[in-house]
């Protein structure tokens, strides 16, 4: 009996103890499926299964006409989820990048460890009271707050702003290796150095040649010894190089002084005050591998310039990258063309033209385009001048949805420094006439309507070399541009009709008071009388053949007490006046139908009945 007894007992521990043992098992497999998730914000990411099998976006060539919107891409992708990696091969150059159901071959998992401080995943920096002498300080000298970035770590987290299918993409292994250059006048310190720390942290390597600062003749202390010492020592030491150009020569000039000392196959230039995001390199550079022809733009997320905060710009959407007649850059929704060229939301797609300074290219192609208009000085036009020749003569730009990089934009968009032997504006205006005399054909000429000044009067230079690289290469018109690439520019900006008059407009005897916007930016804003002060900008009124009354991208109604402006493209140009007249003889600017006319008292601007009697409503368009 004691026997029986016994055995009974060693069976129960027996079996206890396999239960155990496959608990334990079991319990330990799922933590290690569970440790793959990634962490972002704190917070785990639900990995999404790709749109499209393995099988199906691997085929060469695909071409689906299938746009998923949010909610389709929601529901399905939460089901059956892998987010482990598999043994298939990477894809090779030719095949390019990969949709598969595994995680990137790229893509690294992080680990679960919360940071805390200043900005950490993006948060936004807060200030005292007692602390905005010197951010007001640093807003002056820098054109946003240092004061916040100095206290945020080089090394800070960002989130991860991706769509999650990003992470489902396989790259070719082998890929070409990279410069990136940055080129800086008097930056900042902190934010140059984060710059520098976000490129090792999150490029492959593998793919990093170089990091190549160059600088733009800097006179801040900081940015002499102080920036040789930090580079010389890990983690720096032996990734950055330093060009110091001895002279300021603009931004322009730098880059290509960059470009010519970068090893690199690739050539990335970036500003000196971004972040870039996660695994932001491979699909930058793959469609360059696969085709060199192709230059290809990150999406450029927002680093907010006060509490530099993180976060994309607008709506978040997807858009293209056109410009408006007067070669101020805008930004359009993505076209239903270009979403039906693609299998899938989160691939490359085309834009007439880039942003700025943030983009990738084939370094020998560069050269071979002739960089930048060796004619373009300082600052202004040359993302117009490589976006329009790539274009026009056998080439492509693309955006990357799936390489994000975070940038932080200056107060009002105007750098803080001065420009030797000129202004900005000056700089700006001469570059957009090199550019819009060599590659926009008789389209040049709705510049010259908006910017009516210019014309025959300001010196722009010889343009006989672009002009024979244009005839040499065979590039395209304009119009098989505006045709083919910006389709929808025209849609979105309408060309300017012909001026009849234009100039500053003045109270007729007077020599120092004009008609001014007043720093207007939204519908319904008042006008007003302001000094004088002879760069045309928010002063610049033209009465056009279609009897409109404008000022920059403002048209002026005059069907209230007070005249008020209007987008002339906008969704309330209904209300613009379009029946607007000037008297040579009696100098009243008025409306016919309702016999109203501008007027004036002290410096507020006002529509009354027409009454040639009255100084008040004699005005003078005066041409600068």
């Known amino acids: 009996m004691r026997i029986r007894k016994r055995r009974c007992m060693l069976f129960v521990v027996a079996v206890v103890g396999c239960i155990f043992i496959f608990r334990t098992f079991f319990l330990v497999t799922e933590m290690d499926r569970s440790s793959t998730g990634v962490e972002t914000n704190g917070h785990k990411d639900i990995h999404r299964q790709p749109l499209q099998k393995a099988g199906a976006a691997e085929s060469k060539g695909a071409q689906g006409n299938i746009h998923y919107d949010n909610s389709m891409r929601t529901n399905s992708l939460k089901e059956n989820v892998e987010d482990v990696y598999d043994n298939v091969p990477p894809p090779s150059v030719v095949e390019g990048a990969v949709l598969r159901k595994s995680l990137g071959n790229y893509e690294f998992r992080r680990q679960p460890v919360m940071r805390t401080g200043p900005g950490e995943y993006g948060s936004p920096v807060t200030f005292k009271k007692s602390e905005k002498?010197?951010?007001?300080?640093?807003?002056?000298?820098?054109?946003?707050?240092?004061?916040?970035?100095?206290?945020?770590?080089?090394?800070?987290?960002?989130?991860?702003?991706?769509?999650?299918?990003?992470?489902?993409?396989?790259?070719?292994?082998?890929?070409?290796?990279?410069?990136?250059?940055?080129?800086?006048?008097?930056e900042g310190m902190s934010t140059l150095l984060r710059t520098i720390h976000s490129i090792l942290n999150r490029t492959p390597s593998q793919l990093l040649q170089e990091v190549v600062l160059v600088d733009d003749d800097s006179d801040k202390v900081y940015l002499k010894e102080k920036l040789e010492d930090y580079i010389s020592r890990p983690p720096l030491e032996g990734k950055v190089k330093l060009i110091r150009t001895g002279e300021r020569v603009g931004l322009i000039s730098a880059r290509v002084i960059g470009a010519k000392e970068a090893t690199g196959q690739i050539l990335v230039w970036l500003d000196a005050h971004c972040e870039v995001g996660y695994n932001?390199?491979?699909?930058?550079?793959?469609?360059?591998?696969?085709?060199?022809?192709?230059?290809?733009?990150?999406?450029?997320?927002?680093?907010?310039?006060?509490?530099?905060?993180?976060?994309?710009?607008?709506?978040?959407?997807?858009a293209r990258g056109v410009f408006d007649w007067e070669f101020?850059?805008?930004?359009?929704?993505?076209?239903?063309?270009?979403?039906?060229?693609?299998?899938?939301?989160?691939?490359?797609?085309?834009?007439?033209?880039?942003?700025?300074?943030?983009?990738?290219?084939?370094?020998?192609?560069?050269?071979?385009?002739?960089?930048?208009?060796?004619?373009?000085?300082?600052w202004g036009?040359?993302?117009?001048?490589?976006?329009?020749?790539?274009?026009?003569?056998g080439g492509q730009l693309l955006w990357a949805p799936c390489s994000r990089v975070g940038h932080v934009y200056r107060i009002h968009g105007?750098?803080?420094?001065?420009?030797?032997?000129?202004?900005?504006?000056?700089?700006?205006?001469?570059?957009?006439?090199?550019?819009?005399?060599?590659?926009?054909?008789?389209?040049?000429?709705?510049?010259?309507?908006?910017?009516?000044?210019?014309?025959?009067?300001l010196d722009y230079g010889d343009v006989s070399a672009q002009m024979h690289f244009k005839k040499d290469n065979k590039c395209k018109s304009f119009q098989w541009f505006l045709d083919n690439v910006a389709y929808d520019v025209v849609k979105w900006y309408p060309p300017p009709p012909v001026n009849t008059v234009w100039g500053e407009i003045r109270p007729f005897g007077t020599r120092h008071i004009c008609l001014d916007t007043l720093g207007s930016r939204d519908d319904g804003s008042i006008m007003g009388l302001a000094d004088c002060h002879g760069y045309g900008g928010n002063q610049m009124f033209r009465l056009t053949a279609v009897h409109d009354l404008r000022v920059n991208d403002f048209c002026v109604s005059g069907k209230t007490t007070k005249p008020l402006l209007y987008k002339c493209n906008g969704k309330n140009k209904a209300k613009i006046t379009k029946d607007w007249h000037y008297n040579e003889v009696t100098k009243q600017l008025y409306i016919i139908s309702t016999r109203q006319c501008l007027d004036y008292n002290e410096r507020t601007v006002l529509m009354t009945k027409c009454d040639s009697s009255k100084n008040t409503q004699q005005w003078n368009f005066v041409e600068i």
Request: proline share 8%; net charge neutral.
């Open 381 to 393: 036009g040359e993302n117009y001048e490589i976006s329009f020749k790539v274009w026009m003569c």
């Open 414 to 457: 105007r750098p803080p420094y001065t420009f030797p032997n000129g202004t900005l504006g000056t700089y700006q205006q001469r570059n957009y006439m090199r550019v819009a005399e060599v590659w926009m054909d008789d389209y040049k000429e709705n510049y010259y309507a908006k910017n009516p000044r210019l014309f025959n009067k």
């Open 280 to 318: 932001w390199m491979p699909p930058l550079i793959t469609p360059i591998a696969q085709n060199r022809t192709t230059v290809v733009c990150p999406i450029v997320d927002v680093i907010d310039n006060m509490d530099f905060r993180v976060y994309p710009q607008g709506d978040g959407k997807l």
């Open 133 to 186: 002498a010197m951010v007001d300080l640093s807003m002056r000298e820098y054109s946003f707050n240092q004061y916040n970035s100095d206290k945020i770590s080089l090394d800070r987290e960002i989130p991860d702003l991706r769509e999650q299918e990003c992470q489902y993409w396989h790259y070719p292994a082998e890929l070409p290796k990279v410069s990136v250059i940055l080129v800086f006048h008097n």
């Open 328 to 378: 101020y850059y805008k930004r359009v929704p993505i076209t239903h063309k270009e979403i039906t060229r693609r299998s899938h939301h989160t691939e490359p797609y085309r834009s007439p033209v880039m942003a700025g300074g943030l983009f990738a290219m084939d370094k020998d192609y560069f050269f071979e385009m002739g960089g930048y208009d060796p004619g373009l000085q300082m």
